[in-house]
């Protein structure tokens, strides 16, 4: 029987997840910015946008407790340059139309964090999981040894985004508050960015009211999908939320194909071929895993 905040946090999961998806739409519009720029006001006004909402839920005493923790602080500075990067290669593929690598990059992410667990974390990996590992593996040195063409994107977005996630699991912190502390940190490198080396996207550069107002957005749509994936992994378990996150690259597929007509090439197709595969292997993995669990609780 599924319970009302189960259901909830499903309606969050597919929330957050498809507002990932569909996230290149909005980046898309930002071809009158440079990546390096965008990425100064995602900084901004995701900072600005999150500590209103701190503010206003009144979470400010938390954001005092991770400053006191020097460790904290350390960590999620090391934290804040990993996702600064990470969003820096998602705006320039999606601007420069590698939509593809970029779905590719977030597939790949679920098996990296796997294999990152086993060399970082002393993680034992199952039978299903070392074959889905070496499916993916096999699929992306495909494409390197037979085509000649390193998925650069895919690995670079799979990479930091998975070993942001390693870090972030050393420093236990609200995803709220991390994020604010995170674009807090890399806030004076950006506004010093926009100040003297591009100076095309500040207010009084010639931008529309329109562009302007695109660029605002940048807040929200950074820090609103994130809120709903915290909201519904507080929820859902685990391994279900496991499910719920190829939904956004999925997406991101569909557009890249069918709206944008990036075009699909024959190498693309193998790797991403091996990568379902493997996802596929993961998710009957994470199903089998989870009856034999509930069986050895005395569970119906």
């Known amino acids: 029987m599924i319970s009302s905040e189960q259901r909830k946090g499903g309606i969050y999961a597919l929330s957050a997840f498809g507002l990932w998806g569909f996230m290149p739409i909005y980046f898309k519009q930002m071809g009158f910015i440079s990546a390096e720029g965008l990425l100064a006001h ?12 701190i503010i206003l839920w009144r979470r400010l005493p938390l954001i005092i407790e991770a400053i006191r923790k020097s460790k904290i602080l350390v960590t999620l500075t090391m934290s804040s340059l990993i996702i600064g990067s990470n969003w820096l290669i998602f705006i320039w593929a999606i601007q420069n139309n590698h939509m593809l690598d970029a779905s590719l990059g977030y597939y790949i992410n679920p098996i990296l964090n796997i294999a990152l667990g086993m060399i970082f974390l002393k993680e034992r990996l199952r039978r299903l999981q070392w074959l889905a590992v070496i499916l993916a593996f096999t699929g992306v040195m495909i494409q390197v040894v037979a085509f000649k063409q390193v998925p650069v994107v895919a690995i670079s977005l799979a990479l930091t985004f998975s070993i942001y996630g390693l870090i972030r699991k050393k420093a236990p912190v609200d995803a709220q508050v991390g994020l604010f502390l995170e674009t807090l940190i890399l806030l004076i490198p950006a506004v010093l960015y926009m100040m003297f080396i591009d100076t095309t996207s500040t207010p009084d550069s010639g931008l529309s009211l329109q562009q302007l107002l695109l660029l605002l957005l940048a807040g929200p749509v950074t820090s609103i999908p994130l809120m709903l994936f915290t909201a519904a992994s507080q929820r859902l378990k685990y391994s279900t939320m ?9 997406i991101m597929f569909l557009v890249a194909i069918f709206i944008y007509q990036e075009p699909l090439r024959l190498s693309q197709i193998i790797t991403f071929c091996f990568i379902w595969l493997a996802l596929i292997l993961l998710s009957v993995e994470v199903i089998v895993n989870s009856r034999k669990t509930t069986i050895k609780a005395g569970q119906p």
């Not at 995602?42 to 909402?53: A, D, G, I």
């Not at 496991?242 to 999925?250: A, L, N």
């Open 242 to 250: 496991g499910f719920f996150q190829y939904i956004g690259p999925s």
């Open 42 to 53: 995602r900084v901004l006004w995701s900072c600005l946008f999150t500590l209103l909402l």
